[in-house]
């Protein structure tokens, strides 16, 4: 009896943590999909009539669009440029030059030290000598420093783990360093490379300082979603909730791709 | 054929000499343990003859090829590791197969070849798992499933035993010696368990400080050690050494002892000379009072070993302990009385250490 009465009061504070935990993302969800009248009564509504009309505004509405789809080029291209540089040098870092790795490790986790309105000012003055001010190719650039140092910070300590005898008795099977690389520390390092590679993407992806003062044009969505509110005198709640679910989705879709992604890798020896 | 052929081998870490000057020569199909304290090399050694460790003087040849220079892949050994460095991404059947499939064997041909492996060494039911769902034994047999389906020149194993209880270690050690039977294929084991060592070498290698103190048979390593250090090393209990000066007729004198030497191991040995003398417990028993090469001590401790006992006396203010099987009748403060033949006491250089047995 007793045991029931604690699983239920277990069970009840477990739910409640749920609701406030992801209260407000539903609230947000449920917002995108209602009309003004329904959010603004003083009475919140949880049955009402969905409509798919905030979507419609915002995908209809040229600025919008076009910061998603700058934010999708901008963020994919810098942490893919940025995995593919800094993992092969993570690795080397973590078996070939353990010496000076630390050194190493602290430099690139002082590049994310410094606030980033410090390289803003300056990199405006440089990327408008340069000609790529306001450029995509200029936002992904300056992302770059963010996605490379964060990866190799992550990356070093996943490839610490992966143990060593593993790679020399692969070694000993006649495979050569990158063989090795790519058909064993890769995948067992995998989990944790994941992990990293999230976390760089989720790090740009809201990155709204940079993006704000390097492009103009050519904004990225956090940039567009903070000046939505300027749009109109009445408050557009509805659209901004269903930018925010926008904002939120590419993350989400990205981090199962990648783990499908990551589970084949894995899976796959030679046929 | 692999016999293999280390000519002045030098190995060092920056200015830390690790291996000076190793010369070293296996025969084809023999089994050669590397035994020694811990860092005093082995690993190291063993390592540079995989090609794991680059070698920073000297030459290695395996089977009449110079592979100084080779990567490991190339060199045409296998080895075991001591922590079995099993793929864990692999299930264990692609684990034994993938040196092959990455040569480009064909199916058709690693079947049969994977079939025999595994019922070798008792894995077939364990073929489709993980790695880790195998206990510590399974996983051994993966480690040297793979090294032998790719019928190597060499097998190497460095400490293969060591993660595995007493008795699993015990089985594990006849299987590997049985393996080497029936393949002949040369191998190289290293342990810093002399027993292990004694039990499945064809020849040790006794190494110290990256130098070979001994290298011979089993038997000639027990029986005929070369210095203090390699009798020092070997059997259980450990060797017992008493300082003794000689006397006219190859008597051995040091206080209340007095033990006759064997003429024809020790035949260049003079009177008045300072000598180490080495006594092993197990070749020692009891004996009546007065007896040839007796010695008189008083009974300090009686360790229980099953079917005999290690009785620790003390003679002349000094430790000396022998085994007998008639352990249970002693008890602590008695007097007792032992013997040892003169071609079981072992003589050594007090300053070199190294033996005066005539070659
Ligand atoms: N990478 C390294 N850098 C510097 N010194 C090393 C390195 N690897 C080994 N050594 C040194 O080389 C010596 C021999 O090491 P090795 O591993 O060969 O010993 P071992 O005989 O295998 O000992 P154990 O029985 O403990 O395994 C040791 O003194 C060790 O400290
Ligand atoms: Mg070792």
Redesign the interface.
């Known amino acids: 009896m007793g045991k029931l009465i604690s699983t239920t009061l277990t069970r009840a504070l477990l739910g409640l943590l749920i609701i406030v935990a992801l209260g407000p993302i539903l609230w947000t969800v449920l917002g995108a999909f209602k009309e003004l009248r329904d959010i603004v009564t003083p009475v919140p509504k949880l049955i009402f009539e969905p409509t798919l009309d905030n979507f419609a505004t915002i995908l209809r509405n040229p600025t919008i669009r076009d910061g998603l789809l700058h934010s999708v080029i901008v963020v994919s291209a810098s942490v893919l440029v940025g995995a593919v540089l800094g993992i092969p040098a993570a690795h080397t870092l973590a078996r070939h030059a353990r010496r000076w790795g630390d050194d190493v490790q602290f430099f690139v986790l002082s590049l994310r030290f410094m606030p980033p309105v410090a390289i803003a000012i300056p990199f405006i003055v440089i990327y408008l000598d340069l000609g790529i001010y306001d450029t995509l190719f200029g936002l992904i650039l300056v992302y770059l420093i963010t996605t490379i140092s964060t990866v190799i910070w992550l990356a070093v300590p996943a490839f610490e783990r992966v143990p060593h005898d593993i790679e020399e008795a692969a070694a000993m099977e006649g495979c050569g360093p990158a063989e090795v690389f790519w058909r064993f520390s890769l995948p067992l390092a995998a989990p944790s490379l994941f992990g990293a590679l999230v976390f760089t993407f989720v790090l740009v992806w809201n990155e709204l300082l940079l993006a704000l003062t390097l492009a103009a044009q050519n904004a990225t969505l956090p940039v567009v979603a903070a000046s939505i509110t300027s749009l109109g005198k009445e408050v557009p709640w509805g659209v901004i909730n269903a930018a925010t679910v926008l904002l939120v989705l590419p993350p989400l879709v990205f981090i199962g791709l990648l783990m499908g992604l990551l589970n084949t890798m894995v899976r796959s020896g030679p046929k | 054929m692999a016999h293999i052929h280390c000519t002045d081998i030098v190995k060092s870490y920056g200015a830390h000499p690790v291996i000076s000057g190793l010369n070293l020569d296996i025969p084809n199909h023999e089994f050669v343990v590397f035994l020694g304290p811990s860092g005093c090399g082995k690993s190291t050694m063993l390592r540079m003859i ?3 460790e680059e070698v920073s003087g000297g030459r290695i040849e395996i089977g009449g090829t110079d592979v100084t220079d080779l ?4 060199r045409g ?3 075991v ?10 299930s264990v059947a ?1 684990n034994i197969t ?2 092959l ?3 480009g064997v064909s199916k058709a041909e690693i079947a049969p070849r994977l079939k025999q492996v595994a019922e070798v060494l008792g894995l077939e039911q364990f073929l489709d798992r993980r790695p880790k769902n195998l206990s510590g034994g399974q996983q051994q047999r993966v480690a040297m499933a ?1 090294a032998m389906i ?1 019928t190597p020149k060499v097998f190497l194993f460095d400490e293969p035993l060591s993660n595995l209880d007493a008795k699993l270690r015990e089985k594990l050690r006849t299987e590997i010696r049985r393996m080497h039977l029936k393949l002949k294929t040369t191998t190289i084991f290293v342990t810093h368990d002399q027993l292990e060592a004694m039990t499945i070498a064809d020849r040790i290698v006794l190494m110290r400080d990256g130098m070979i103190e001994q290298m011979g048979t089993p038997d000639e390593i027990f029986e005929r050690p070369a210095s203090r250090f390699v009798a020092d090393f070997i059997g259980t209990p450990a060797m017992n050494f008493v300082t003794a000066t000689l006397e006219a007729g190859l008597i051995a004198r040091s206080g209340s002892i007095k033990l006759q030497l064997s003429e024809a191991e020790f035949p260049s040995l003079n009177p008045g000379q300072e000598v180490e003398l080495g006594l092993r417990p197990a070749r020692m028993d009891l004996c009546a009072p007065g007896s040839a090469n007796a010695l008189t001590g008083e009974v300090v401790l009686v360790e229980n070993m099953g079917a005999e006992g290690q009785v620790i006396t003390e003679v002349d203010g000094a430790e000396i302990s022998f085994v007998t099987q008639g352990f249970r009748d002693l008890s602590i403060g008695d007097t007792v009385h032992f013997t040892i033949r003169p071609e079981h006491i072992h003589v050594f250089d007090p300053k070199t250490g190294r033996s005066l047995r005539k070659d």
């Open positions: 995989a090609g794991l990567p490991p892949g190339e050994v296998a080895m590791f001591q922590s079995y460095a099993l793929y864990p991404h692999m692609d993938f040196g499939r990455r040569q793979r790719k």
